[in-house]
């Protein structure tokens, strides 16, 4: 168990609609990152938060936005979902940034897109 | 653009017998460099690092992993391979922008 906490667990969806996945970091970690990992693409780093505070961005998509609230959840909102959406998105945290030690992973949000 | 190249997809092993996995690397300076272990229906969890100084870093599960500047690589070792070894392996690159690159990962299979 790495601690950190992702729901749900599976998701089933239409086209079009909108989903929010839920991440809880480990106790005290600051950091929180968002990577999604499909069979075409692997693992892609989507955006990363610190204290509340965007600090990187790596390829997300316009129709998906995170954010990251007082209490250090963050949520990751997918709107207008495609087919190719489906996916299994990771959350992970850290205390810091990479350089500070590793990240540790939630088993994931498994979405699927029909 | 940082990169992470593991050219195997799919490795069989023998268990008791000696794995290397490879990972080659894109990046302009020195890298933070990971392997993750990730079993089926399970997150990524960290084997080992290398951030500086002794090229040669030991992780957990028995695991080793070398940097090698000059080949722009960081293969992944294990003198005795167990039958719960196997899963997928993902080599990664990090820098201090916070964004980790993954390479497309390597399943492991074990035979008896």
């Known amino acids: 168990d790495s601690g950190v906490t992702q729901t749900p667990k599976h998701l089933i969806t239409a086209t079009g609609q909108r989903v929010t996945l839920r991440c809880s970091p480990r106790s005290g970690d600051l950091s929180v990152y968002w990577y999604q990992q499909s069979l075409d693409q692997g693992l892609q780093f989507l955006i990363q938060y610190y204290n509340g505070e965007e600090r990187a961005k790596g390829n997300i998509l316009e129709r998906f936005s995170a954010q990251q609230f007082p209490d250090l959840h963050s949520e990751l909102n997918l709107s207008s979902l495609e087919l190719g959406d489906s996916a299994l998105y990771f959350c992970a945290s850290s205390v810091g940034g990479l350089n500070t030690g590793e990240l540790f992973f939630g088993e994931g949000s498994r979405l699927t897109v029909l | 653009a940082q990169s992470v190249t593991q050219p195997d997809i799919h490795i069989t092993v023998s268990e008791g017998a000696s794995l290397e996995l490879r990972c080659n690397y894109s990046y302009g300076a020195t890298p933070y460099l990971f392997w993750y272990v990730q079993s089926p229906g399970q997150g990524l969890q ?67």
């Not at chain 2, 290398?50 to 957990?60: A, E, N």
């Not at chain 2, 090698?68 to 960081?74: A, D, E, G, H, P």
């Not at chain 2, 003198?79 to 201090?96: Q, T």
Request: with cysteine; aromatic share 14%.
């Open chain 2, 46 to 112: 960290l084997l080992l690092k290398y951030f500086s100084g002794d090229t040669l870093v030991q992780g957990i599960k028995g695991f080793e992993a070398e940097f090698k500047r000059s080949q722009s690589s960081f293969n992944l070792r294990k003198p005795s391979v167990h039958w719960s070894d196997a899963a997928e392996y993902f080599c990664a690159v990090g820098n201090a922008g916070n964004m980790l690159t993954f390479g497309g990962g390597t399943r492991l299979m074990v035979k008896p």
